[in-house]
């Protein structure tokens, strides 16, 4: 990851981010009298920077602004100028940058940094000439009064989480299956000092999750169930937080196979859910944030083979519900149904699940939020908008009347796994409420959570998306 560090001046020659607003005197920051004619004229044709070649080293001037657009606020902006500079800067083969807070305004350099490092992420491991291709940008400073050494460990730490969950997702299934997922959350526990227990199949089984082990049937590779568990001795809740993740380690959809050109090719997205919980977790301890959470990941594969799972199968899930399945390719639901009811054990404060669980969710807001649905109390929900918005992993949250319920009732079993073409991914969450006795929250990633080309900061495939947002949540509730 690319280093962070605090200075109290830039190198001598070295390349810099001036980061101001349209009223900063660019004079008094070494710019002449024309370029700084040059970079007003930018900033009135509404462009976002100015670039400036000093023999060899780069000015970048960048003067971002809250924006009357909704969802795009000042740090927003911050971030998405942090990328264009990394753009910019890897172009140029510039190693490294200080980015000099011209109004030591708090948090705003921070942001700046946030969406360099975010934006200067690649994946190039399968890559046969990695070590050519990699991005020169290596080392960001920053001169700022207002920024100190914790803040920075503490942005370290969450891009660290988020570009791991990114490199959990990009992950092939050849590399990544259920059982590796398990190590790899493993693996994260132990770097963070957080518990950590893996259940095999046989322990699986004795905990009857059917759900899971329906899905797991067709697959030559077991199941696995992952907790971990961070109660530092400080924890402000008496309750614990469980994060839940959908680790479904590729989708082919079952028997129901997938039918649609290019749909199977970004399934081995479909663990997001899991990474985004798993990673947010280990920022949690890593951070040392005196929050008692847990987490849990149910993981398989969903394949049409050997004695898999069929449409028109009842299914007894953990908490002994019925469930007819309709669908094998409503897959998702099944293992979250399974680990929402082992939640219950904990009787916990709160419980929100992530997963890549619907394609109405993508149909109604795109790859552009998550959709929410839940019965935690309006003052969480507002929290939870709040860190949407200050991460710019905005939450689109949706009707839950009891009306959806009867979409998925079932006359042969007790529910049934599809709610039919309307409202799916409310009748998903539906589903998923029949195995919640506790405040819930449940978040549909499926949109934002793996894109097809670059958007700003966020790099073509895995986003890594609900890290930022749940660190963001859980350190409000610490601060306040």
């Known amino acids: 990851m690319t280093l962070i560090k605090k200075v109290s001046k830039p190198a001598q020659g070295s390349s810099i981010v001036l980061l101001g607003n349209k009223k900063t005197n660019w004079e008094k920051w070494g710019l002449t009298k024309e370029e700084t004619n040059y970079v007003k004229t930018r900033f009135d044709n509404d462009r976002k920077y100015a670039a400036l070649n000093h023999l060899g080293s780069w000015v970048f001037v960048i003067a971002p602004e809250s924006k009357n657009e909704i969802g795009i606020n000042i740090l927003e902006q911050c971030r ?20 000099i807070d011209t109004d030591n305004k708090n948090g705003y350099a921070l942001a700046v940094a946030e969406g360099m490092v975010l934006g200067n992420y690649q994946f190039l491991k399968y890559r046969k000439h990695a070590e050519k291709e990699i991005n020169s940008l290596s080392a960001i400073h920053i001169q700022s009064a207002k920024v100190n050494q914790k803040d920075i460990e503490m942005l370290e730490i969450i891009l660290d989480a988020t570009l791991t969950a990114r490199t959990l997702v990009n992950e092939p299934l050849s590399y990544l299956t259920a059982e590796k997922l398990a190590a790899e959350i493993s693996s994260l526990a132990k770097k963070c000092g957080s518990k ?6 046989k322990k699986i089984e004795a905990l009857k999750m059917g759900g899971l082990l329906a899905v797991n049937r067709g697959s030559q590779d077991p199941p696995t169930f992952t ?3 961070w109660k530092p001795s400080n924890a402000k809740n008496k309750k614990p937080y469980v994060l839940v993740g959908k680790g479904v380690v590729y989708d082919t959809g ?6 649609t050109y290019n749909s199977m090719d970004r399934m081995k997205s479909d ?3 899991a990474a ?17 959470v847990i987490t849990l990941v149910p993981a398989t594969d969903n394949r049409p083979g050997e004695n898999a799972y069929t449409p028109g199968d009842v299914v007894t899930m953990h908490n002994g519900l019925t469930v007819e399945v309709l669908n094998t390719d409503a897959e998702g639901r099944m293992l979250l149904g399974d680990a929402l009811s082992y939640a219950s054990k904990y009787d916990p404060l709160l419980v929100m699940d992530f997963a890549t669980l619907t394609g109405a969710a993508v149909a109604a807001i795109g790859p552009y939020g998550t959709v929410v649905v839940g019965n935690a109390d309006e003052s969480t929900k507002r929290k939870l908008k709040e860190s949407g918005n200050n991460t710019h992993e905005r939450l689109a949250e949706f009707p839950f009347w009891e009306e959806y319920g009867d979409l998925v009732k079932s006359d042969l079993a007790e529910i049934k796994n599809v709610g039919g073409p309307y409202a799916g991914a409310i009748t998903a969450g539906k589903f998923l409420s029949h195995f919640t006795n506790y405040p819930w929250m449940h978040f549909d990633i499926a949109g934002p959570s793996f894109i097809d080309h670059r958007t700003s900061y966020c790099t073509k495939g895995g986003t890594g998306v609900g890290v930022r947002l749940l660190f963001d949540f859980f350190r409000n509730i610490v601060k306040k």
Not at 254 to 259: M, R, Y
Request: aromatic share 4%; hydrophobic share 50%; charged share 20%.
């Open 80 to 99: 998405r100028s942090g990328n264009v500079v990394t753009v910019l800067a890897n172009e140029q083969k510039i190693k490294e940058i200080t980015i």
């Open 276 to 292: 985004a919980v798993a990673c947010a977790h280990y920022a949690i301890a890593k951070a040392k944030l005196p929050i008692h």
């Open 254 to 259: 079952g028997l129901s196979l997938k039918p």
């Open 227 to 229: 907790v971990m568990e």
């Open 196 to 201: 950590v227990e893996v259940f095999d199949k």
């Open 271 to 273: 663990m997001a859910g």
